[in-house]
């Protein structure tokens, strides 16, 4: 069991990976590790809520004006348009789970991720998750049966582009097996948590009253 925060920072952990390499399988692994303590970040965007969808639970869903609002006034942490719809994540809600001392987990890609990145500086912890090769990819997506054979040819375009961001992030994992890469994924999690600057207050507090006896 990963120690309790006490008066450290948060953290905000981004986990980005071409589609089919399993960062989806892994946030959702992390998520329902209750001891971990993790939160996701809830996007707002201005698309149309689906039937299955919740608001405030798979997005928050606003008007545009709002979204234009947010934006302008530098209220998001990070936004794209996709598709005619804008997406981003508000800066608040991220800032006060920090504040309690608890870790923020986003699932963005990389544009996303530069974005938080430049806003959130050391408090961001960036992981990118790697397919074990191109055919294990490919396969992956083939067994989703979700795609026409364009759209599998765009996200496997898509892919290499993405893959080939990979020095832009803190850690690499490549993901050939699901327990270790989740394995791999915690152990960034506790040594991040320990990182000296994390808990400075804390561990000068700690130092005082020790040299004191």
């Known amino acids: 069991m990963l120690p309790t925060p006490s008066s450290r920072r948060g953290i905000v952990l981004i986990l980005s990976s071409p589609s089919g390499a399993g960062k989806t399988t892994l946030t959702r692994m992390l998520l329902q590790d209750r001891d971990l303590d993790l939160t996701l970040s809830i996007s707002v965007t201005t698309r149309t809520r689906r039937s299955s969808e919740v608001d405030g639970i798979h997005y928050s869903f606003i008007p545009e004006r709002r979204f234009a609002a947010m934006r302008d006034a530098g ?3 990070e936004w794209a348009e996709v598709h ?34 430049e806003k959130m500086g050391a408090d961001a912890v ?45 850690y690499v994992i490549v993901n050939d097996d699901l327990q270790r ?23 000068e507090q700690f130092v005082a009253k020790l040299l004191s006896e």
Do not use: H
């Open 84 to 117: 005619g719809n804008f997406y981003g994540t508000p800066r608040g809600p991220v800032e006060d789970i920090l504040a309690q001392g608890r870790d923020c987990l986003f699932d963005i890609d990389y544009q996303g991720t530069r974005q938080v990145r």
């Open 75 to 77: 209220e998001l942490l």
């Open 126 to 170: 960036t992981v990118f998750i790697l397919p074990p090769s191109m055919d294990e990819l490919r396969a992956r997506l083939e067994r989703r049966a979700e795609d026409t054979r364009d759209a599998m040819a765009r996200r496997l375009e898509n892919a290499r582009n993405e893959i080939a961001r990979w020095k832009d992030y803190d």
């Open 181 to 203: 890469a989740f394995d791999d994924l915690i152990a960034i999690l506790r040594a991040e948590r320990q990182r000296r600057p994390r808990r400075d207050k804390e561990i």
